[in-house]
């Protein structure tokens, strides 16, 4: 059995008015996130470990912001077709976990959702995907409620 583990990370600014997407769901906020896509920063970070883990680049790699064909797409889409990718190359994903810095609201109710759409959208088991949520206790440009950043890590294998 071959084994390949991957890291991602990305940040979004956050704007009132705009929607609030994160692990593939709808969090109720009055603000989102800037971004060309949906803006789920979660699954982009995921995505980036995938590509990661077989060093097939990273997501703006992929999906070029300059390119319209991208324009407001859903993350969820691309990630499926990041999974595309995967499973072409003969590669089964292990466990991804994925850590979210997110001063408001509060994630946590929200957590067990997303792991079942990423599981769902991934193919795999809900068990095999972690999602966890943390503010950084009102420190720096997270705190402030400027941004979310997002890490995510993915252990692959192929037999
Ligand atoms: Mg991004």
Request: proline share 4%; glycine share 12%.
């Amino acid at each position: 059995m071959e084994y390949r583990i991957g890291q991602g990370y990305d940040v979004h600014r956050i704007q009132e008015g705009l929607p609030m997407w994160l692990g593939g769901v709808a969090v109720p906020s009055d603000r989102g996130f800037v971004a060309h896509s949906d803006g789920d920063v979660a699954i982009h970070a995921l995505c980036d470990a995938l590509l990661g883990a077989l060093a097939l680049g990273d997501i703006g790699h992929l999906f070029p912001d300059t390119s319209d064909e991208w324009k407001g797409i859903r993350s969820t889409v691309l990630l499926e077709k990041v999974m595309e990718r995967v499973r072409e190359l003969g590669w089964t994903v292990e466990n991804a976990d994925i850590t979210i810095a997110l001063q408001a609201p509060k994630l946590a109710p929200l957590v067990p959702q997303m792991r079942e759409v990423i599981a769902g959208v991934m193919g795999i088991a809900p068990e095999r995907v972690s999602v966890k949520a943390t503010t950084t206790e009102r420190l720096g440009f997270v705190g402030r409620g400027e941004g979310c950043e997002v890490w995510a890590v993915a252990l692959l294998s192929r037999g």
